[in-house]
């Protein structure tokens, strides 16, 4: 099994995370330690587009506590709760708004949010997978919000909301393998029925990506996860089933292996 790459359709969850803007830097939501007592950043971080590091000799007459107060209780701000943290640092801006660029000042992270669907589509959540199609078990993304705020304890132009993945994503690797129908249908043809092989001593199943677009076809596609301590794992003799859910009876459409074309 050479690499994966990445395919040109979606699957949820994807199996792929995004891009990073600033490779080989920690997210700020996965390092715990990235700040001290007071919320003053210690190290180089960054969270969705942005990049936080650390302000030596600049004060602030805001406390974290403080901050994380006006977050709580602003209109604007208070329905998001969650587990909110404020973070003093200087912030860059090379990628998007409302954030300044080389500008010390107090940030609001709420990390491990439900995943967001959309961009700016607000705090939802996602849509439920057909019946019998299975989700990853491994990794996941989460949702982030971000809201900064300027030197008087003022929102500074509004918040921004996207996903991340976890760490668990991040160390995942993933391979897409055939499959043959199984005929062990059910629910009048919503249910079809999957066998592919696998190596059950270097991978396990990770999840099923089920596309029915209206071009008249099924695209499935069946991952699997390697388990730790392999980097390749290229026997496929361990026959296995699994059952893939459809909005609607497959019927007489093509059931395919792949992405539905964009």
């Known amino acids: 099994i050479v690499p994966a790459v990445e395919p040109v359709g979606a699957s949820e969850p994807s199996p792929f995370p995004g891009e990073q803007v600033y490779d ?4 700020l939501c996965l390092t715990p330690d990235a700040a001290d007592s007071d919320g003053r950043i210690t190290e180089r971080v960054t969270f969705e587009s942005e990049l936080l590091e650390p302000a030596p000799g600049v004060t602030s007459r805001f406390t974290a506590a403080e901050i994380l107060q006006r977050f709580h209780t602003d209109e604007q701000t208070r329905g998001y709760g969650g587990d909110a943290k404020a973070y003093f640092g200087r912030l860059t801006d090379d990628y998007g708004n409302p954030f300044p660029k080389a500008r010390p000042l107090w940030v609001v992270v709420v990390c491990g949010s439900p ?30 919000i971000s809201v900064p705020y300027d030197e008087n304890g003022h929102v500074l132009g509004g918040e921004t909301i996207s ?11 993933l391979f897409e393998v055939p499959f043959e129908r199984n005929q062990q249908d059910a629910m009048a043809g919503r249910q079809v029925g999957l066998t592919y092989k696998s190596d059950d001593s270097c991978a396990t199943f990770d999840h099923l990506e089920v596309q029915e677009p209206q071009d008249g076809s099924v695209y499935v596609q069946v991952w699997l996860r390697l388990l ?14 699994v059952t893939i859910g459809l909005r609607t009876a497959l019927g007489e459409r093509a059931l395919l292996r792949g992405v539905a074309p964009r």
Do not use: F, M
């Open 24 to 27: 080989g830097v920690p997210n």
């Open 115 to 144: 995943e967001i669907p959309s961009a700016g589509g607000g705090l939802q959540v996602p849509p439920t997978p057909a019946p019998g199609t299975s989700p990853s078990p491994g990794g996941r993304y989460l949702g982030i």
């Open 163 to 173: 996903n991340y993945p976890d760490a668990v994503l991040r160390a995942e690797q």
């Open 228 to 241: 730790p301590g392999h980097d390749s794992c290229t026997a496929l003799k361990d026959p296995h089933d």
